[in-house]
């Protein structure tokens, strides 16, 4: 397999996936979860209905409650919004409790949020139900709404598991269970390892091939770090990290974003942070050149620095679902400045294509595939209340960071492809 073979082939892919995860219409789609547990259906209803005497067993809700001037129940969870305070949300719930046949239900619909807009919430109605069963209750947990993209259906999937689970384990022991199996270090280890092994074949299945996917998961987690460094700087007081065999990886921070600034800052950092190393790499390229280390450093430190300066100058693409999208639509508050500022980074970006000896074929071939991205409709959830806004300063900040990240991880590919090529 040629290396450009390689390359669409991995390409399409990703292209693949991340429509699947972010754009397929899905529709609408009803997940259900069963569990039977050895308990009587009064005491458990009690901890299972969204507003029971015994709901504050889950230790992702603080406080739940009848709220008669809103109309429904309203639950205080442990997951604070922009400003820090809890989420707060209050659902509208229809009961349907048969005391002879021992079954309780529930459904229940959002009404209001303090941390997303209501539209949010237009689509999605939760079931939850408890019924005597041999020896013990049989509980349901059901969620409806409509999807676009895989991303959030397998997240609430995931979210009805963990909170019956846990809710298992309160029941047995008093204790619920705590966090995930994904968010779990030694399986974010075994999927950068797993991550690795499938990237491999793209690059041969040889000891150099094994080198520049190892190389690759490498970046990847750097660039990571980057943003989650950011999300850090700016007070997120739990960040983790997310890896995703063949999209690379995903930074999660503890809270929604407060300002644009915020969001422009952490999304350019993922690049920023990795734009140190590239003269730190280009020092140990020439230093070994130069016979103050070792020469076994010179060609790793150029393809480490290809590989650097490719993934973050791709992430730098001015689209929707990529880090330099979501920079420059921050930075700039109008369609017309947008575009222009996406029409600079497209051109900045082939100028290194052509700089480094691509045809013209693959440069418009890139460009069509970089266009169809961009028409890719990923939608995203609106928050309650608009974010605090950029002023000027931060504007040029913003600008100028990404003008820099884009210049020098250019500057690191062409370095580079002159040493390795030329």
């Known amino acids: 397999m040629t290396p450009t073979v390689s390359a669409v082939l991995l390409l399409t892919i990703n292209l693949g996936l991340l429509w699947l995860l972010m754009a397929a219409p899905v529709g609408r789609r009803t997940i259900t979860l069963q569990r039977t547990l050895e308990i009587a259906p009064e005491r458990l209803w009690h901890a299972f209905h969204p507003g029971g005497e015994e709901a504050s067993w889950n230790p992702s809700i603080l406080s739940s409650g009848t709220v008669k001037n809103r109309g429904g129940i309203e ?4 997951h604070p919004d922009r400003h820090g305070a809890p989420i707060r949300r209050v659902f509208k719930v229809e009961e349907n409790v048969d005391s002879t046949q021992r079954s309780y239900e529930s459904r229940a619909r959002v009404v209001d949020d303090t ?11 939760e079931y939850r139900a408890v019924s005597a069963a041999p020896g013990g209750s049989t509980i349901t947990l059901a969620q409806t709404d409509d999807y676009r993209g895989l991303a959030v259906y397998l997240f609430r999937y995931f979210m009805i598991r963990r909170e019956l689970s846990s809710l298992t384990a309160w029941l047995r022991n008093g204790r619920p ?8 270090p030694v399986v974010q280890i075994v999927l950068a390892l797993l991550s690795t092994l499938l990237l491999w074949p793209f690059f041969g299945l040889t000891a150099a091939g094994l080198t520049i996917s190892i190389i690759l998961t490498l970046v990847i987690v ?9 999300y850090r700087a700016f007070g997120h007081e739990r960040v983790r990290m997310i890896f995703v065999p063949f999209l690379g990886g995903i930074a999660i921070g503890g809270r929604p974003y407060n300002s ?11 690049a920023g942070m990795s734009a140190f190393l590239v003269p730190v790499v280009i020092s140990v390229h020439d230093l070994s050149t130069a016979h ?63 700089r480094i000896g691509l045809s013209s074929t693959a440069l418009i071939a890139a460009l069509a595939v970089f266009t169809l991205m961009s028409l890719m409709g990923i939608s995203s959830a609106k928050p309650r209340e608009s974010l605090d806004p950029m002023h000027p300063g931060e504007r040029l900040m913003a600008g100028l960071g990404l003008y820099a990240a884009v210049a020098i991880h250019s500057y ?3 370095y580079a492809c002159d040493r390795l090529f030329g």
């Not at 750097?222 to 950011?230: C, K, V, W």
């Not at 644009?260 to 993922?270: H, S, Y």
């Open 412 to 414: 690191g590919i062409v």
């Open 222 to 230: 750097l660039h990571e770090l980057g943003h989650m460094a950011a």
């Open 115 to 125: 941390a997303l807009d209501i539209s949010f919430w237009r689509n999605f109605e």
């Open 292 to 354: 103050l280390l070792s020469s076994s450093l010179r060609e790793p430190a150029l393809v480490f620095l290809l590989i650097l300066g490719a993934f973050n100058l791709l992430n730098l693409l001015p689209m929707t679902q990529f880090d330099g999208g979501r920079v420059l639509r921050q930075i700039f508050p109008t369609r017309s400045l947008l575009v222009t500022g996406s029409f600079g980074i497209t051109l900045l970006m082939l100028w290194v294509g052509y």
């Open 260 to 270: 644009r600034f915020e969001v422009a800052t952490c999304a350019l950092m993922g």
């Open 75 to 78: 639950i205080a969870y442990s």
């Open 177 to 184: 269970k705590t966090g995930g199996i994904i968010e779990h």
